[in-house]
């Protein structure tokens, strides 16, 4: 009797591991390569975890629920609608029927594209996991209603004695963050990423004078821009290069120019203005600064060598200042990685 007993039980544990192993394999949609790619990244995602936060993104769109998709944005979005310019609307007045169809019909990736994070629908939604807050979120929304930010009486191209600042002219934070870095070690400055966000702060006080410095591998750079320089074409980004000027193109409402190193090698440098700053507000950013604030500007600017990462994007608020001596430069105030935080930055600025 407690032979057939045994047997009896053994079978219903049989039993019951088989369907529990066939209701996990049925939940299982990530293949093996999928896995063997989630190693390569280090697993820093489990594939598992990418399909299922693609499927609730899916259903919050099937559901038209705008509110509870945009609180899967950590902060705002790196491309795409403010937080707060969705503020009250309905789903259909961000995004379109089409819009949503598509991305309804996209399948849920188990797999990133690359270093850029995970997609559906082609890129209508970039999500990706933070390693550090061990979260999901969703970074980058295309194709919804965009917010006009521009002002109408804003011109096209920042003038200067009625001539255009061509874009290579302003110094942005490299993607190295090595420019930034020299200078901080130049000037023996504390805290790098308060400088890199707040550089107006430092100017007129922990860097008392506008002048270029060299670097550790011996050569010049600046982060304020000589008016006088920049149009003898001596200014490259952060960098003094006695290369010209180039010719200015005007796209749109874009500033754009062309520098070539040879035949084959060029980079592309473009900036567009976003918003004005009152010269007071442009004073309040760098207030140990000895001069006069003339004429401040919220610009995209960016630069574009070639290949699949695309344009090299920052949003900066620059302010031209006119010196004791009489001098002008243009001084970095602000640096922001993300329009909508720059936009929202200027908004509470100028109220």
Not at 28 to 57: H, L
Not at 73 to 92: A, H, Q, Y
Not at 107 to 117: I, L, Q, T
Request: with cysteine; proline share 3%.
């Amino acid at each position: 009797m407690k032979k057939l007993l045994f047997i009896f039980l053994t079978l219903i544990f049989c039993i019951n591991s088989i369907l529990v192993f066939a209701e996990q394999k049925k939940n299982i949609v990530c293949s093996k390569k999928d896995r063997e790619y989630a190693e390569f990244w280090k697993n820093y995602y489990d594939p598992e975890n990418a399909y299922q936060f693609g499927e609730k993104i899916k259903k919050l769109v099937r559901d038209k629920n705008l509110q509870k998709l945009f609180d899967l944005v950590d902060g705002e979005l790196t491309s795409g609608p403010r937080k707060n310019f969705i503020k009250g609307k309905k789903f259909s007045e961000i995004f379109s029927d089409k819009w949503r169809d598509e991305l309804l019909k996209s399948n849920s990736p188990c797999s990133p594209v690359g270093w850029r994070g995970f997609m559906l629908d082609s890129g209508s939604i970039w999500f990706n996991k933070d390693k550090d807050k061990n979260k999901w979120f969703i970074f980058s929304i295309l194709g919804a209603k965009k917010e006009v930010v521009s002002e109408k009486s804003l011109p096209i191209g920042w003038r200067f004695e009625d001539r255009i600042i061509p874009p290579q002219c302003f110094s942005t934070l490299w993607m190295s963050g090595d420019n930034y870095e020299e200078f901080t070690e130049k000037f023996n400055i504390q805290k790098f990423k308060d400088f890199v966000k707040n550089p107006g702060k430092y100017f007129g006080d922990k860097i008392p004078n506008f002048k270029e410095i060299k670097t550790s591998w011996n050569e010049e750079i600046y982060l304020i821009s000589s008016m006088k320089k920049c149009f003898e074409g001596e200014l490259r980004y952060g960098g003094i290069k006695k290369i010209g000027l180039s010719e200015i193109k005007i796209k749109e409402n874009a500033i754009e120019t062309q520098i070539c190193s040879s035949k084959d090698v060029c980079t592309k440098f473009s900036y567009t203005i976003l918003h004005n700053i009152n010269s007071d507000k442009c004073q309040s950013l760098a207030p140990k600064v000895k001069g006069k604030c003339l004429k401040s500007y919220l610009i995209a600017i960016g630069d574009y060598s070639g290949g699949t990462i695309g344009w090299n994007m920052s949003y900066n608020i620059y302010g031209l200042f006119n010196l004791q001596n009489n001098t002008k430069f243009i001084l970095p105030l602000k640096n922001f990685f993300k329009k909508n935080n720059a936009l929202n930055f200027v908004d509470k600025l100028m109220q």
